[in-house]
């Protein structure tokens, strides 16, 4: 019998993470892909690769259910045919307190968002987003390191190694940026300055989304940007006690969302929506109009497959989202009965 | 005369007083258009930089009247007070001037007075007599068109407080009687919204919030739909009470559903920039610290693309299911995407 996964797909802003979980929710394997400029074509490439590694380790495979997060999510979810498109802050949360029941506080900073999410018996109770800037997250790091010329995933060992960090004002990538540099023109080490830079993050953040809320442990730390030893440690630091990386740090938002999907085909009893890997070798595109049915204009998205247009969006009145669910339902039908007609036979 | 109506700021409170008193004395009513791209665009153009984006919209809403040929007069009042002791915003309480200063060549076909609807009649009589006598309608026609435009009032508010919104209010505004015995329709959940009525109900700045938890098949309760009875006590959770009406209906209002068994969780809308708010959002976190009851704050500026609000919305309706036991998982409706033809099981 071939093996039974299920997928998760989380296309952030930045990377983008396929995994693959086994009947005891494991991660059996796990992508970790630049979005770059085209999410479809990265999830595509994506479910490739990792259809092959998968294959090539436990041969024939099965997938049983699809869930899809991230802000990508909509888009993922229609492309690969999702069973479950979920918002990140529950992908997360419930990848947490899968990992560590006891959580209480997760902080997750991704690449152009960065969350706090306050857990009490197992379920979330309260979340913050950063609201109007990036300011402190991974796509700032990344321009950072790019600037003083280091590799980002030397970034931490470089904070750890300094002896007398540098205060960065946090508020604003602007002002942070321009602190920096005038620090490094006063001489400060490149190791002060980083170091300086993540305590200023971890200060930034904890101000802006904590705001006086009561910050108890268990803390998890995850997202791309825990990779960085050295805002782990500013973390400690700030908190005061042990900040858990869980292992599977990067891809907590996938894994979440993969297992959730497995509770909602096990609950519905339903066969997967999973439109299978020949998905990669359909065509898909994209594109992007203004509808001129009201002075709102507002930018539709629509999503075409092999000619057909699979999804709209972005229309505040419905007027094409709501025209297209009707047909889909009524190609889901089709479906759905040529199925049942197949198997009779 | 043709008078034109900005459908921004106490609009939301007030137009069924204002309807009811112009229409009475005969003059045809031009409503600007909900708000859209183009007002936002015309508000952002004709304003200072530093001010809330609910009072750029008005400026958008004045400028897309003024612009209008079949308008004469567009309709500016200036409501200073709605409670004993308590004044509206400085912005909102300037709005005539500003709105004189912001479109000079058009200063003469701004419509004004100045309301304190906080006691009784006879002000409000006052200020609609300076309207009437303006128009040149006589001053016996005035004081019934007055009683009027408070009989629609007065049905409005009662319209709120069986439950309905005031945007239901406006559609409705022909046949208020009808709306109050209509029944509101009970959903498994009931998202309070806590703001200014003009955040709460401009469906195009905040992104549609209404809609979007209507999707989810959550009920609708806002603070406006109280009356002030109900929550004046919570006066005792403040050091003492904010100095504007509105801002007081948010955070008691906000705190009254905070409390209200009813009630699974309260989203607070409020401009960026906006210095009451956030006295009034950090009011509510502190109560629903002791509550705990959830309490999420969006606040909004000018920018559309929506996928933090529905990431917001999303994870907030997460957390009021799992708090009622629902799980994450398997609702007919569970998700946003059923809409845009992403999720849809057959039936």
Redesign the interface.
């Known amino acids: 019998m071939s093996k039974q996964v299920a997928l998760g797909i989380d296309v952030g802003s930045v990377t983008t993470k396929v995994i693959f979980v086994d009947e005891n929710d494991e991660i059996v394997e796990g992508l970790y892909i630049r979005t770059k400029g085209n999410p479809i074509d990265t999830i595509k490439s994506g479910m490739i690769e990792a259809y092959n590694v998968i294959t090539s380790k436990f041969g024939d495979i099965e997938v049983i259910a699809v869930g899809t997060t991230g802000?990508g999510r909509?888009l993922a979810?229609?492309v690969v045919g999702?069973?479950?498109?979920?918002?990140?802050?529950?992908a997360h949360a419930?990848a947490a307190i899968h990992e560590v029941p006891d959580v209480s506080t997760i902080f997750e900073i991704g690449g152009q968002?960065s969350k706090i999410i306050f857990i009490r018996n197992g379920?979330?109770?309260?979340?913050a987003?950063n609201?109007?800037c990036a300011a402190g997250t991974g796509s700032f790091l990344d321009h950072q390191a790019e600037r003083i010329g280091i590799d980002i995933e030397k970034f931490g060992d470089y904070s750890l190694r300094a002896t007398n960090p540098v205060r960065i004002a946090g508020r604003c990538t602007v002002f942070a940026e321009s602190d920096m540099i005038h620090k490094q023109q006063m001489g400060a080490t490149p190791e002060d300055i980083v170091a300086g830079l993540s305590e200023s993050l971890v200060r930034n953040y904890l101000n802006n989304l904590a705001?006086?809320?009561?910050l108890l442990p268990k803390f998890v730390f995850q997202g791309g940007v825990s990779e960085n030893i050295g805002i782990v440690k500013a973390f400690e630091n700030a908190v005061g006690t042990e900040v858990i990386v869980p292992k599977n740090n990067k891809l907590m938002g996938a894994w979440g969302v993969a297992m959730?999907a497995k509770?909602?085909v096990e609950?519905?009893g339903?066969k997967t929506?999973f439109k299978g890997f020949k998905v990669t070798e359909l065509e898909h595109k994209t594109r992007v109009f203004y509808c001129d049915g009201?002075?709102?204009?507002c930018?539709v998205y629509e999503v075409i497959e092999n000619g057909e247009t699979?999804?709209?969006?972005g229309d505040?009145c419905?007027k094409w989202?709501?025209r297209?669910?009707s047909?889909?339902?009524k190609n889901?039908?089709v479906d759905?009965k040529s199925e049942i007609i197949n198997s009779e036979r | 005369m043709k008078i034109g109506i900005p459908r921004a700021l106490y609009f939301y409170v007030y137009y069924p007083m204002w309807y009811g008193f112009f229409s009475s004395l005969g003059h045809e009513l031009r409503l600007s258009v909900p708000t859209n791209k183009e007002i936002i665009n015309l508000g952002v153009s004709h304003s200072v930089d530093d001010i809330c984006i609910s009072v750029k919209v008005f400026h958008g809403h004045v400028k897309y009247l003024l612009d209008k040929k079949d308008v004469d007069l567009v309709f500016v009042p200036r409501i200073a007070s709605e409670e004993k002791y308590k004044y509206t915003c400085p912005k909102l309480a300037a709005l005539p001037d500003l709105m004189k200063s912001a479109f000079v060549r058009d200063a003469n076909r701004i419509l004004t007075a100045t309301f304190y609807t906080r006691q009784g009649e006879k002000p409000i009589i006052t200020a609609f007599e300076e309207i009437g006598r303006q128009l040149g309608d006589s001053d016996e026609k005035i004081k019934s068109a007055v009683k009027v435009g408070i009989e629609y009032q007065k049905l409005a508010t009662k319209s709120l407080r069986s439950g309905h919104t005031f945007l239901d209010v406006v559609k409705n505004i022909r046949d208020l009687e009808t709306l109050i015995k209509k029944p509101v329709s009970k959903q498994r959940y009931t998202v309070a919204l806590a703001g200014f009525p003009y955040d709460v109900y401009d469906t195009f700045t905040n992104g549609d919030i209404i809609s979007k938890l209507e999707d989810f098949n959550v009920g609708i309760v806002a603070t406006d739909m109280l009356n002030p009875r109900v929550y004046n006590h919570y006066s005792k959770y403040m050091i003492k009470d904010l100095f504007w009406y509105q801002a007081n209906a948010a955070a008691k209002g906000g705190m009254y559903y905070i409390d209200s068994p009813d009630v699974d969780g309260v989203i607070s809308i409020s401009s960026f920039n906006c210095g009451i708010s956030s006295i009034y959002q950090k009011l509510l976190d502190l109560y629903s610290k002791e509550v705990g009851k959830p309490v999420m704050h969006i606040i909004v500026d000018e920018q559309t693309g929506d996928a933090g609000l529905a990431t917001r919305i999303e994870a907030f309706i997460d957390l009021i299911r799992v708090k009622r036991g629902d799980g994450l998982v398997t609702q007919e409706n569970n998700l946003h995407g059923t809409e845009n033809g992403v999720h849809v099981r057959s039936l």
Do not use: H, P
């Not at chain 1, 999702?82 to 918002?87: F, G, L, P, S």
């Not at chain 1, 379920?123 to 979340?127: G, K, P, Y």
């Open positions: 802000s909509q979810g229609v999702a069973d479950i498109i979920k918002n990140e802050i529950s419930y968002d379920a979330v109770t309260d979340f987003m609201t109007v705001r006086g809320k009561e959730l509770r909602e609950i519905t339903q929506n009201c002075a709102n204009n930018e699979i999804a709209y969006w505040r419905g989202s709501n297209l669910t047909k889909v339902r889901e039908r759905r």
